[in-house]
């Protein structure tokens, strides 16, 4: 089944790496984590994945969607406190984004890209091998 493009993606798909980058020095340098407790910087780290994820689209500004993907927080203040790292600036509407996740996404898009087109540039010309024919067990 194909995948279902939103009218928000940008101009080539997004395809998040297997793992997201995490500069410790500024996730621990950030006043408003230092001010987090762990139940905040649980739920920021899972929104930062989201975030990841969903690429330039961001996450969700509604918090009844957020409170549905983050069920540790305990209250409206904890959710205010992990909201303040991120933005509206340059997000789709109703969404929010991260800076430093945005830069490491179109990071990411770069690296993508070249990748995708040095594929293509590698392949192109040869001819497609057939598709490998499952062995049948002998009983």
């Known amino acids: 089944m194909a995948k ?3 009218a928000d993606d940008t101009a080539h798909d997004w395809r998040p790496a297997p793992y997201r980058p995490h500069w ?3 996730f621990w340098g950030d006043s408003r984590v230092l001010n987090m407790t762990l139940e905040e910087v649980g739920c920021y780290v899972r929104l930062l994945d989201m ?3 969903n690429g330039a689209r961001g996450i969700p500004v509604r918090r009844d969607r957020l409170l549905k ?3 540790a927080l305990s209250d409206d203040d904890a959710l205010d406190n992990v909201l303040a ?3 509206s600036d340059g997000a789709p509407a109703g969404r929010l984004v991260q800076k430093r996740c945005l830069e490491e996404i179109a990071k990411a898009l770069v690296r993508f890209t070249k990748a995708r087109a040095a594929a293509q540039a590698r392949h192109q010309g040869r001819e497609q091998p057939a598709p490998k024919r499952a062995r049948s067990r002998k009983r």
């Open 24 to 26: 410790h020095a500024d």
């Open 69 to 71: 993907v983050l069920p």
């Open 51 to 53: 975030h990841w994820v």
């Open 85 to 87: 790292c991120f933005t």
């Open 4 to 6: 279902r493009k939103k």
